[in-house]
Structure formats: structure tokens, C-alpha cells
């Protein structure tokens, strides 16, 4: 579809923290597809802030998996790294509207926190101990063992965050009791991935997001943000994940899944993006040779709505 000054506005967010593999490239594709099928105008954005985590030559590997399935963009990369004085500035906003604090918190003082925290869907809840706690940055700092502070959102009480998401269907959080304060800058100085992703999203005017339903909690804690910032936020489509014959999320146990790995066994881009059709509704006639092939039989009312089960290196030859 043409592309007008009323379309869309999308991006590719990978994390270099390692290899494309089967599922996380699918997302891509989708997210490319439902974009490129709407006209829209798409960033690429490497997601570099994940410090340890993050894995030298990772995001020029990435760029050649792009590359081979045919996915483009009209914008980047970007790299978050760059932008860590704009991350910066929202944090003295949300500081200075009292909507976030910083926490001397460690993982274990969370652990031994009196009121037992409890446990979440990704983990241990905050329990809200250094909200309220210091009058300034310098307090903090004064009172942690290593002088180091992260910096937490404070989550609004009794808030109930719903939004109807485009795939995965209707949406409803309580974040106060089910997630907590998240945190939005790093012991180790670095912005989270809450805040870097809601910062750069609304500085290029992303309207659409599609990316993997592993987030579906993370847009609750987005939605905040955008809320905290006065900006509207964007669709949301949460694409189910790709996982292995017991259910779990598609990883190692599973065997090497990874786009190079495939490609040194002769797997050809064709055969990635036939099975990628195949598992998304999607229909196509000849053997697709790129991404762009898929468009025409693309629709998002035709994706399925439960995870796709991945059997073994057999289901690229079917
Ligand atoms: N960087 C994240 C990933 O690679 C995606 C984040 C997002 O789309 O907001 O899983």
C-alpha cells in the first residue's frame, strides 16, 4: 500500500543480545508485514541498552537476517546508547512530577522485605520499600551500601490498565498489586527498557507496535508511562510466541534454531519464510524468495491466536 502522510508509523526494535532464531524472527516478519501491509513508515531501533547482556557482533548479525528475509526500513538504525541524554530528561520529568523515586533495593533486600513479597508473573513484585523514602537523589545515594541507585516508577494505586490489543484481544492489569513499581533506570546507570522503549517511541511518532506476547505486561507498565508523559500510545499487537513440543518458549533445549545455524545447514530464506506463512495464515503461492512476497496474502484476522508449536527442522521441508 501507498504510503500517505496519515500512515502508520512502526519499527523493528531487535535486542542484540543474540542471534535471530525461528521465533523471534517471525515476530519481526509479522511486525514488517502488518507495517509495510498498512504503508507504514518504518524505524529500525537496536535496543542496546541491556549491558551485560548485550553480545559483540550481535546486531550485525541481526542486520544480515534482516537482510536475507528481505525485511527493510525507511529510518536507522538507531541506537539507544546514543540517546541516553533524552532518557535522562523524561527521568527528571517523571521525578519532578513525583512519579518516580529512587531505590537502593537490592535483589536479596527484596527477598527479606517484611511484608513477603510476592511473586508476579515475571518475578518478585516490588514491595514499594524506598517509595517515599528519600527527600533527595543525595539521600538515597548516602544511604546505599555501594552509592548506587536505581530509579523506580511509582505504579498509581488501585489503577486498573486495560486497553483491546489488535491480536491478542482485551487487556486488563492492576499494576499496583500484580506488577509494582518497575524500575525505569538501572543500578548501573543505565535507562530500563520501559523507559528507553516509551521515550523513542513517542520521539518518532510510532502509532503501531507489533512484537511478541511475552510483552503483554510490560505494555501495562508502558501504558503508565504514556499516561505520566501526556502522550497517546500507540496500537498494540501481541503476536503469540513460537514454542517448543512442551510448551515452553522456543530456546536451546529446543535445538539450534538460530537463522545461521540454519542457513550453514542450507536452509534457504524460502523455506524460513514458507514456514513462517504457514504458521501465520498467511497464503503463497510460489516459493517466496522475500518477505515481500508474503504481503499480498498477508491479514491479521487470518494470524492465529495460540502459540505455534515448533516440532523439529521437519517442519521446513513440509
Ligand atoms: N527489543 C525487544 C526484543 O527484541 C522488543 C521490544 C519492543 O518491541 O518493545 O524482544
Known sequence: MARSPSSPRARLAPSPTGVLHLG???????????ARS????????????????VRAGATESILEDFAWLGLDWDS???TQA????????????LHQQGQAYPCICSRRDIEQAASAPHAGEEGLIYPGTC??????????????TDGRVAWRFAVPPGQTVSWIDEVAGPQSYLPSSQLGDFVIWKKDAEPAYQLAVVVDDIAAGINQVLRGDDLLPSTARQLLLYEALGHAPPRWLHVPLVVGTDGRRLAKRHGDTSLRHLRACGVSA???LCWIARVS??????QPQSARALLPGFDLAALPRQAVVWHGPQDLDS
Do not use: H, K
Open 24 to 34: 523471534n524472527a517471525r515476530s519481526f516478519v509479522l511486525a514488517w508485514l502488518a
Open 76 to 78: 536507522g538504525p538507531l
Open 38 to 53: 498498512e504503508g507504514a513508515w518504518l524505524q529500525l531501533r537496536i535496543e542496546d541498552l541491556d549491558g551485560p547482556r
Open 131 to 144: 517509595r517515599g523514602r528519600f527527600a533527595t537523589l543525595a539521600q538515597a545515594q548516602a544511604a546505599s
Open 82 to 93: 546514543d540517546r541516553v541524554d533524552e532518557f535522562q530528561t523524561v527521568l527528571d520529568q
Open 281 to 286: 495464515g498467511i497464503g503463497v503461492e510460489e
Open 270 to 272: 524460502s523455506q524460513v
